[in-house]
Every structure is written in C-alpha cells, then in structure tokens.
C-alpha cells in the first residue's frame, strides 16, 4: 500500500473523521477554528462549513446535515449554509466546559463527551 496526500489543508486542531457513503464524501471538524469540513475524493472539492464556536464532533443526519456536539451544547447545523440551531446546553453551569468528541451508537444515539477547557489551580 501506498499513502498519497490528496488534500493539503491544515487544520488548527482536526479530529473525528466520519465517511457519508450517501455523498461520497469524508467529513471532519477543526475543533478550534470552529469548522466542518467535507472532502469529496471523486470531485477532488474541499468544503469549510464555518459553525463560530469550537466543535468537537459532528455526525451526519439522515437529511444530509449534522448534529453538532459544540462549545456551547449540541446543535443541528445546516450543510449548506453553516446555520446551527442550537438543541440543548446540559451543563451550561460548569464554567470553561465544551464538548470534546462524540460518535453514534449501534442504536443511532449521539454519544458525547465533555471537558473542562481550562481549571484555576486546585480546582478539580
């Protein structure tokens, strides 16, 4: 096997690859520029959907969007347009808390886990 670089764009912090076999098309986040970005191997397109606030996993939804576990909670973003429609913020208290990564289950259930960004010394 021979690896090939087929797209050299640099993400500040990427993670969470995800394949939509409907498009044909990997997907991606940049956790801190705040940003899906789709890759089309065929089309040889590169595409940053921008979604301005940290993004730490996006799945994609049977409509073709994404479901987002964000900086702020989880939010459905629009493909096209980076719109995201903010669900839920379960721990909107804990000050410095974002999401971090997240994946669907076998059951099609948006797991996500969380972290504290930022703890002033002693603070657990």
Request: glycine fraction near 12%; hydrophobic fraction near 35%.
């Amino acid at each position: 096997m021979k690896a090939e670089v087929v797209l050299t764009h640099q993400c500040l912090l990427g993670e969470g690859p995800v394949w939509d076999s409907n498009r044909g098309v990997i997907c991606w986040v940049d956790i801190l520029s705040g940003e899906i970005h789709e890759y089309s191997p065929e089309s040889k397109i590169h595409k940053t959907i921008p979604v301005n606030q940290m993004i730490g996993a996006a799945v994609i939804c049977r409509d073709g969007n994404f479901l987002a576990a964000l900086k702020n909670g989880f939010g459905l973003v629009n493909r096209e347009n980076g719109e995201v429609n903010m669900l839920a913020d379960p721990e909107s208290h804990i000050p410095g808390n974002r999401f971090n990564d997240g994946k669907c289950g076998p059951d099609g259930r948006f797991w996500a886990g969380n972290h504290v960004a930022y703890r002033r010394a002693g603070e657990r």
